[in-house]
């Protein structure tokens, strides 16, 4: 019998999907809750909007550096104890930011959140290729990836709210608390396929006959060594090349609404600080709409028949024009039509996040966690750069150059997917054919 057809397959695939979405949704929150606290934290302790831009990069400073050790340490390390570590440590890090109380010991608390978060998404990567056939996997990484979106929109007002009543230190502890309780409640119910024991053998057969990697990875024996020719090969192809531009184009996008965004509105726009919570919300829901709307229809092209070059890269590239008309803002002082810009900007980056699909199906397979390393390095040293570029653009007080710059990555990102990645196929080494 298809297995996709037996009544007895279990759907313990979709378990997991929610781990790794709830995951992403407090991996975000703890990243993104300085934007939040920003405008109370710099009036107390007294930081330039430079100052600001620093504390905003210095997550990103460790998170991008170690992006190639973690993708390495994910094709190594059970992901069931390495994510549990990691939440328990950055969890901690994200907590003790409510007692810093000078620039120097936020730069230490954001750069050690930047390093336990590290391996975060190359793993989420891996658990998605070993837990999900092909022709689900853009959908499953789109609702993953969905989580960083959605959960911002709902936890923005959230944490705008908690801090109004609790302050930006309470802020902190509060974000700090949930990440060290999801770390005990993910080690008590991950498992990888094979060691799942509530999954059938017929889901296990369905997922490994549409090239998932329920078995992890044959090629390479588990107390292999590193090899410096195994991170040659991450950087000695076009295609890679294309989409490891791309994500820090596209990435660039989401850094700014994660950071400068709530501080624009404030600030820049004059908004009331629990108006801009709910305003904030509004783009976050749009790009969740526009990563799920990416995925399904990903999934659904390829199910088609339709070719890989069309059905994984035109969500990508329609996204990333999109982004462009974040320029629009500049051009107006319409709450509802800035707002509408910056929406619209949003949904098309929502629309161009399924980027990790072209690491789980073009990456060689036992090479999975470091090119996706790599790939997110890319996507990290976005996020060193542009609030740092951005604190420097708006040092007088205008944001019009910080969203062209914002539009004008977003630019380059599309003609690097149009015209650096080629044919969208795994890649095979030599020891692997």
């Keep these: ?45 007294e930081l330039s909007s430079v100052q600001m831009g620093l504390i905003f990069s210095a997550f990103a400073w ?29 969890s901690l890090a994200t907590l003790l930011q409510g007692i810093a ?32 056939p092909e022709n689900e996997r853009a959908s ?23 801090q109004d009543f609790l302050g930006w230190r309470g802020l902190f502890i509060v974000s700090g608390i949930i990440g060290i309780i ?44 590193f090899s410096w020719a195994d991170l040659r090969q991450a950087f000695v192809y076009r295609k890679l090349w294309g989409v490891y531009i791309g994500q820090f184009c596209m990435t660039s996008t989401l850094i700014f609404f994660l950071t400068w965004f709530p501080t624009y509105l404030v600030k820049y726009r004059g908004l009331d600080f629990l108006q801009s919570g709910f305003l904030a919300s509004i783009p976050f829901l749009a790009a969740f709409a526009g990563v799920l709307l990416s995925g399904f229809t990903s999934d659904l092209l390829v199910r088609k028949g339709v070719s890989k070059e069309v059905s994984r890269k ?4 329609g996204g990333m024009l999109l982004s462009i008309i974040i320029i629009g803002a500049n ?48 996507g990290g040293l976005s996020a060193v750069i542009v609030p740092v570029a951005i604190g420097f653009l708006v040092e007088e007080g205008d944001f019009r150059p910080a969203l062209f710059f914002i539009g004008i990555l977003a630019a380059i990102g599309f003609l690097s997917y149009t015209f650096v990645v080629g044919k969208v196929e795994r890649i095979t080494l030599k020891d692997e054919k």
Aim: aromatic residues 16%.
């Design 331 to 378: 051009y107006t002082d319409s709450t509802f039509l800035i707002i509408t810009f910056l929406a619209v900007a949003f949904f098309g980056n929502g629309f161009s996040s399924i980027t990790w699909i072209f690491v789980s199906t073009m990456a060689p397979t036992r090479l999975i966690g470091l090119i996706g390393g790599v790939f997110n390095l890319f």
């Design 62 to 90: 460790t998170y991008a550096s170690l992006q190639i050790p973690g993708g390495i340490f994910v094709d190594k390390v059970s992901t069931r104890i390495l994510y549990t570590v990691m939440f328990f440590f950055w």
């Design 101 to 132: 109380n000078s620039f120097i010991s936020l730069i230490g608390y954001r750069a050690t959140i930047g390093i336990f978060e590290a391996p975060s998404f190359p793993a989420n990567n891996k658990i998605v290729t070993s837990w999900f």
């Design 140 to 162: 499953a990484i789109a609702v993953y990836t969905s989580g960083q979106y959605i959960g911002l929109a709902f936890l923005t007002p959230v944490l705008v709210a908690t």
């Design 182 to 225: 999801w770390a005990g409640i993910w080690y008590i119910f991950y498992r990888d396929p094979k060691a799942h024991k509530k999954v059938s053998q017929s889901e296990l057969d369905y997922i490994s006959e549409g090239g998932g990697l329920v078995d992890g990875v044959k090629d390479r024996p588990a107390n292999s060594k």
């Design 314 to 317: 035109a969500p990508v590239l």
């Design 1 to 45: 019998m298809d297995p996709q057809l037996d009544p007895k397959r279990t759907s313990k695939r979709f378990n997991i999907l929610i781990l790794v979405f709830i995951s992403v949704v407090i991996n975000y929150m703890d990243r993104s809750n300085i934007s939040i606290a920003a405008a109370a934290l710099s009036e107390e302790l």
